[in-house]
């Protein structure tokens, strides 16, 4: 479990193949903050972009660590295959730990496109556009999570094609995280609230079904 609030910012410094077909997933080589492994151990769960990894080596005189990701991942998420690309970090949650942002699974939904970037005043207004079955889980002061930061939503719009939403960027996550990076046409990892996940599921559900199998 994570929270959506970014605790570093590392890099793919290599990637390589786990097999030689396209049903093999990866191997990433990440770069670290210098000290950000230092109360990591083998396992560990840390999100990139919003995805979460298990942590299979690392290496603190390099401040390096590899996780594996799967063909299905890869599938699933963008901007984790490409090296020098910048990634943002966050290790799992621990109990005790200050709930900053919103509960975050590190399970990515869907895939957004950055519509634009537009200074406001000392904040930056970001809009982009969710893909179509990700709307009914967008709501005006919900929470979002992109590239694994935790956003409140101040505008969604449906349309044909998907949904417009639009978060407003103080300089600060501009700084310390990798948002202060993209430009329009860019793709983006997104995760819905979790609370609005099980909402829908309970609205939807049809309490007079029966399982088949059912006796």
């Known amino acids: 479990m994570f929270t959506g609030i970014i605790t570093g910012v590392g890099r793919i410094a290599a990637v390589h193949d786990l097999g ?23 396992g560990d769960s840390i999100a990139l972009n919003g995805a979460c990894m298990t942590v299979t080596t690392f290496d603190l005189t390099q401040h390096r ?51 634009s970037l537009s200074p406001i005043g000392e904040s930056w207004q970001f809009v982009l556009k969710a893909p179509l079955a990700l709307a009914p889980y967008l709501a005006y002061k919900g929470s979002v999570a992109i ?8 505008q969604v719009q449906d349309q044909a094609d998907g949904c417009l939403i639009t978060v407003n960027l ?15 046409g860019d793709a983006v990892n997104l995760e819905i609230d979790t609370v609005a996940r099980y909402v829908s599921r309970m609205v939807s559900h049809d309490p007079t079904f029966t399982h088949p199998h059912t006796p």
């Open 65 to 115: 660590f590899t996780i594996d990701i799967s063909a299905e991942s890869l599938a699933k998420t963008s901007g984790l295959a490409t090296p020098g690309t910048q990634v943002n970090l966050e290790k799992a949650l621990r109990a005790g730990d200050r709930l900053g942002g919103h509960i975050v699974s590190g399970h990515v939904d869907g895939v957004g496109h950055v519509q």
């Open 170 to 184: 103080i300089p600060h996550t501009m700084a310390h995280t990798t948002l202060g990076l993209l430009k329009p």
């Open 20 to 42: 030689r077909s396209l049903d093999h997933g990866k191997r990433l080589e990440i770069s670290a903050p210098d000290h950000y492994l230092d109360d990591v151990a083998l």
């Open 147 to 154: 590239q694994g930061v935790s956003l409140t939503l101040n």
